[in-house]
């Protein structure tokens, strides 16, 4: 298992402004994910996270818009830039657990844009 | 695209009451499944998974899942709930030998009345 620490749990930020929430995960792994979780909808892959390379987006995200850090094999940050209020959601970062689709996530940072 | 359907959003049952929450996916392949929970306050965990053998699948506190190929189904299923169930549950598919990101569902919130 792995226990995963994200900063800030919650914030409230204004229309325009950016925010960069950070993972600390208490062992090294290759891989980090970066989800989305809007009201009432499904979690939403943003971006895998590679350490010593660019995160990998999937479709409908740009690194503009989320660009992603991953200095070391414990550590990654996510920017949410220049934010709408479409941007407020619950921004999870998960690891795997070395079986496929075993994911470890942690608690969430939930984002209000005002 | 692969997709994951889960057709009750809120449920709302009384302890004792028996569950089954539906989930479909979309992919002709062979796939791997996951329940994954989310207890109030708490992050997301996963109660059990399905790679393959026996489609009936036991995972904590009781939950079973049943594999069905030929609907493209996984539902979750406990025979008497406890009010210590409340939760968000969703279910989750990746194709086998994939890249180990699963895909999915926009979630079930279910609420259990003692």
């Known amino acids: 298992s792995a226990v995963i620490s994200q900063k800030p749990s919650r914030d409230i930020c204004q229309r325009g402004t950016s925010l960069t929430i950070q993972c600390q995960v208490d062992?090294?792994?290759?891989?980090m994910f970066w989800y989305r979780q809007q009201p009432g909808q499904s979690l939403t892959l943003i971006a895998t996270a590679n350490q010593g390379s660019e995160a990998t987006y999937e479709s409908g995200f740009v690194i503009d818009k989320f660009p992603i850090s991953r200095p070391n094999l414990t550590f990654s940050t996510l920017t949410v830039s220049n934010m709408s209020p479409e941007d407020s959601s619950i921004y999870l970062c998960?690891?795997?657990?070395?079986?496929?689709?075993?994911?470890?996530f942690g608690e969430g940072s939930r984002l209000t844009v005002l | 695209a692969q997709s994951v359907s889960q057709h009750n959003h809120h449920v709302i049952l009384s302890e004792a009451a028996s569950l089954e929450l539906g989930c479909n996916y979309s992919y002709g392949g062979t796939v791997n499944l996951f329940w994954y929970v989310q207890y109030p306050g708490q992050h997301l965990q996963l109660l059990l998974k399905y790679f393959s053998g026996d489609p009936l699948v036991k995972g904590i506190k009781g939950f079973e899942a049943e594999f069905i190929k030929s609907k493209f189904s996984f539902n979750l299923r406990k025979p008497s709930v406890q009010w210590s169930d409340t939760a968000e549950y969703f279910c989750a598919a990746e194709p086998s030998g994939g890249s180990y990101i699963p895909t999915f569902g926009r979630g079930t919130s279910l609420i259990v009345h003692p």
């Open positions: 998960s690891v795997g657990g070395g079986r496929a689709g075993e994911l470890f």
């Open positions: 062992s090294q792994v290759t891989m």
